[in-house]
């Protein structure tokens, strides 16, 4: 019982943190139409950022929205990359992901960072409400999570964010009627990897170390969120799909703890649970149609 | 004395015009063995209110030149384009956005389907315009998107938050309509808007195109493939032919002709028969 709860609980702080990359993903996947791959490098940025800002006695709030301006200067370039020297998107995502691993470790100094000793802002929290363990994180990310849901949740309903929606949508019509596609395009990505750093920062400070390698499959792990939120929720208008992304990453995190107290898996099989999860999502729609004969356009290839 | 007087001539003259294209041409992979002349030497001006309707076999060089007035590209040098009075001819994309509104053939775009109807016409509403942190959805938008929409007869004002991907054909290319007309540009382009649509609804749609324009006092351009539409529609009728402007009918004249007499019009100013079998046997409308 009492590990039931826990596993709630936990399932529910991850589906918060990671909640934010779910929607970093799905704003640039679902709302550009534009796969961005970057986010495996920007997670971990934010990390980083806001672990070595902290070590270097810079407040934690400070260095966690540092982390995000970090991560939207990632998004930006990779959106420079495609809008402004025309490399296709999945490529610009790809090489913004190789050049943050070695911006990084730049950063960092080293491959990881411990912030055991260290003021976090789930420190700060603690001495403010009294709150320890699973439910301050909950606390936290909670708080977190509930300020970019508010946020965007206003942002997508503005003439601009109307506009950045429909750049994935109808990027030609929307040049018709007078917006530099480029720009949205920019913001979107900036947006998007912007919130994948912020959970970064809230991740490492939560767990009490940055790790260079902690954001390997988080575009995937978004990805699958996004998907199984969209499958669960069937969101329709924009509240419901950022509830739909807390929700995807919350069912997400629970079916892999879940899977972890079976005999026969490893925590590192996870990866290659996730990626089926993804595949078999994605391969639905096509092998249906397949199997009703219906009319299938040629794969894309981005 | 004389001279000043040709001026100010010319400067009411290109107060009065909505478009005026000077010696354009456009010329496609110059300089390869598939180099085009899409566009050679036109010259067209547009009064308010002018509905020209344009024919002329594949090819000719139609989207083109609506490609040209709407900005997707550049003419070749030495041509321009100037837009209620003001030189846009580089004033490209976007840029050119809230001079020129557009519909294409195909219903999907121009209309982003995922976004709600109401959407799509907060999107239009600001053609060309700054966009800010407002929020795009207020009851004075809706109310007025309402009667636009009301005014069709679809039953779209009903309708407002519906995608517009659920809609037909025929109610897309209405609301692409209202959207490409809201925010009354100098031009509206339309691109065989009717093509792709059963002929019935084409008829709907045509008829609704005609009334907007009528209403609004837009001063439009519409490409056809059907020699009837073209004759019934619009207070004046351009022929293309191979990149030219070989026929350009004013409305009396317009008036008094059939479809037979207009093929042979065509066929002596071009010195050919009219290659378009679309044309011939499309006389269901
Ligand atoms: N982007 C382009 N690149 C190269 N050639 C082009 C391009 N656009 C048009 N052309 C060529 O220019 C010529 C005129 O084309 P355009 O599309 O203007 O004809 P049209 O009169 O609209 O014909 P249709 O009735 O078939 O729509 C054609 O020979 C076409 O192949
Ligand atoms: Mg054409």
């Known amino acids: 019982m009492t590990t039931a709860l826990s596993i709630l609980n936990s399932s529910l702080y991850e589906g918060l943190a990671f909640g934010l990359v779910a929607i970093g993903v799905y704003m640039t996947f679902r709302v550009l139409d534009f796969p961005d791959l970057s986010v495996d490098g920007t997670f971990p940025l934010g990390a980083a950022v806001a672990a070595v800002l902290i070590t270097t006695g810079v407040n934690p709030h400070l260095a966690t929205l540092a982390a995000l301006a970090s991560g939207l200067l990632a998004g930006f370039t990779t959106g420079i990359l495609n809008t402004k020297l025309r490399i296709s998107a999945l490529l610009s995502g790809i090489l913004v992901m190789v050049a943050l691993y070695s911006i990084n470790l730049r950063i960092m100094g080293r491959p990881n960072i411990s912030l055991i000793r260290e003021v976090t802002i789930f420190d700060w929290a603690s001495n403010f409400l009294g709150l320890s363990g699973l439910s301050l994180s909950i606390v936290v990310a909670g708080v977190a999570a509930l300020v970019v849901f508010l946020m965007l949740n206003w942002f997508l309903r503005t003439d601009i964010g109307l506009a950045l929606r429909a750049t994935g949508d109808n990027e030609h019509m929307v040049r018709g009627l007078g917006v530099d596609t480029d720009k949205t395009v920019l913001l979107g990505c900036a947006l998007g990897n912007g919130l994948v750093a912020l959970a970064g920062a809230l991740v490492a400070q939560n767990q009490g170390n940055a790790d260079i390698n902690m954001g390997s499959g988080m575009i995937v792990m978004g990805l699958a969120s996004v998907i199984i939120g969209e499958g669960i929720f069937r969101p329709k208008g924009i509240s419901w799909v950022l509830v739909a992304c807390f929700g995807g990453a919350f069912v997400y995190r629970l079916f892999m703890t879940l899977a972890l107290y079976t005999t026969f898996l490893r925590a590192s099989d996870l990866k290659l649970i996730t990626a089926a999860l993804v595949i078999i999502a994605l391969a639905i729609p096509y092998l249906r149609k397949r199997i009703r004969h219906e009319w299938i356009p040629p794969a894309t290839r981005w | 004395m004389d001279t000043t007087g040709d001026k100010m001539v010319n400067l009411a003259m290109q107060d009065h015009n909505i478009l005026e294209l000077l010696r354009v041409s456009k010329t496609f992979a110059r300089g390869t063995v598939d180099e085009v002349k899409a566009l050679n030497c036109v010259s067209l001006t547009m009064a308010p209110g002018d509905f020209i ?154 008829s609704i195109t005609d009334e907007i324009i009528t209403r609004e006092k837009m001063t439009a351009v519409m490409v056809t493939h059907n020699m009837e539409v073209a004759l019934r529609y619009g207070n004046r009728l351009i022929m293309m032919h191979r990149g030219r402007v070989i026929l350009d009918i004013a409305e009396e004249q317009k008036k008094g002709l059939s479809v037979t007499s207009l093929l042979r019009a065509f066929e002596r100013a071009a010195g050919e028969e009219f290659t378009d079998d679309s044309v011939l046997l499309s006389s269901e409308l």
């Open chain 2, 53 to 206: 309707t344009v024919i002329g076999s594949n090819g000719a060089g139609k989207s083109t030149l609506l490609n040209i007035i709407a900005g997707l590209f550049p003419p070749d040098n030495g041509g321009r384009v100037v837009i209620a009075g003001e030189d846009v001819t580089n004033l490209l994309g976007y840029k050119r956005a809230s001079y020129v509104g557009r519909v294409w053939q195909q219903p999907d775009m121009g209309t982003a389907g995922k976004l709600s109807i109401e959407e799509n016409l907060s999107l239009a509403l600001l053609r060309g315009k700054p966009r800010g942190f407002k929020i795009a959805l207020n009851r004075e938008r809706r109310r007025f998107f309402r009667t636009r929409l009301a005014s069709l007869g679809l039953g779209l004002e009903d309708r407002l938050g519906v995608p517009a991907h659920t809609l037909s054909g025929g109610q897309r290319q209405a609301l692409a309509l209202i959207m490409a007309t809201i925010s009354n540009p100098a031009i509206l382009l339309l691109d065989e808007h009717t093509a792709t649509l059963d002929p019935k609804t084409a008829r709907t749609v045509l």
